[in-house]
């Protein structure tokens, strides 16, 4: 509406498709406004009025820059401890992830996806969480967060981590090959993981994480309706830089085709041209 502003007016969602990724993204950004505008008093705020930042589906916490837990809306036990080094089921250290992600250009706000317990709950589930970083009044850094849980795959979860593999690669060459493989990294979650592969095919990153991939023929690889995605892929990249390609497989868990995406970049390794990648399902928004 004229002369009307909206508080996300600076805020970027266009790259979601997810109504409930949308919505984190704004629900974190908001509290991360609070903390902004009252300072740390703004800490007594958000536990005085605690049922408002959780819902069934993701809460609020806040850390400062040492790993301790300032706030938490799910877990109220956990304030005031030092989470720095917890780790997830699978070795992952959700805390150093979020501050890595903070740092990276290519991951605007700061996802993260691994495992977590929900309140009440007795088994871990997938979570992706965004982050912000906050500055208050008094010069104190501090992040806010909040986590999806059982998270809808976007597309830009897998762009964040495959520009990020790009760039890694064509700074730290051959060295950041072993960086990128390692399952415990953020260049791997659920059932996604970063693969690269040179113009002839040979793998470079397999995509297969803990198998042999003697006698793929990558480019030759075809998905349940006769389609190369790899293929059809790099002939798109002889134009650009990046490529989307979609294509068929059998669901895990129905007896149906679903679709995934792939998503393909250019990176050049110790002088060489390779491709660099990762597939998720494709968004199917409501």
């Known amino acids: 509406m004229t002369g009307c502003q909206s508080r996300y007016e600076n805020l970027d969602l266009s790259m979601y498709q997810y109504r409930d990724t949308k919505n984190l993204v704004k629900f974190v950004y908001d509290a991360a406004s609070i903390l902004e505008k009252e300072g740390m008093k703004g800490l007594d705020y958000f536990r005085h009025n605690r049922t408002m930042f959780i819902t069934e589906d993701y809460y609020l916490y806040i850390y400062d820059t040492d790993g301790i837990n300032m706030f938490h809306a799910g877990m109220e036990h956990l304030e005031g401890k030092n989470l720095a080094d917890i780790t997830d089921k699978d070795g992952k250290k959700p805390y150093q992830m979020a501050l890595r992600a903070l740092e990276d250009p290519h991951n605007p706000h700061a996802w993260v996806h691994y495992s977590w317990w929900e309140p009440g709950k007795f088994f871990p589930v997938p979570k992706s969480s965004c982050h912000f970083k906050v500055t208050t009044p008094e010069g104190t850094q501090l992040f806010v967060g909040g986590g999806l849980n059982y998270p809808f795959e976007e597309k830009e979860f897998i762009r964040i981590i495959v520009d990020g593999a790009v760039d890694l ?18 260049y791997h979650y659920r059932d996604v993981c970063v693969f690269a592969f040179r113009p002839n095919g040979d793998i470079v990153i397999s995509p297969i994480m803990g198998s042999s991939i003697y006698g793929i023929q990558l480019l030759e690889c075809r998905d349940q309706v006769g389609h190369k ?31 995934k995406c792939l998503y393909l970049r250019k990176a050049v390794l110790s002088g060489e041209e390779i491709f660099v990648g990762a597939i998720t399902n494709l968004p199917m928004p409501v």
């Open 169 to 186: 690669i064509e700074k730290k060459g051959k060295s950041a090959l072993s960086e990128i493989s390692d399952p415990l990294s953020h």
């Open 229 to 259: 995605p790899f293929m059809s892929a790099l002939k798109k990249l002889k134009s650009k830089n990046e490529a989307w390609e979609i294509f068929m497989v059998k669901s895990r868990y129905q007896r149906q085709l679903v679709k």
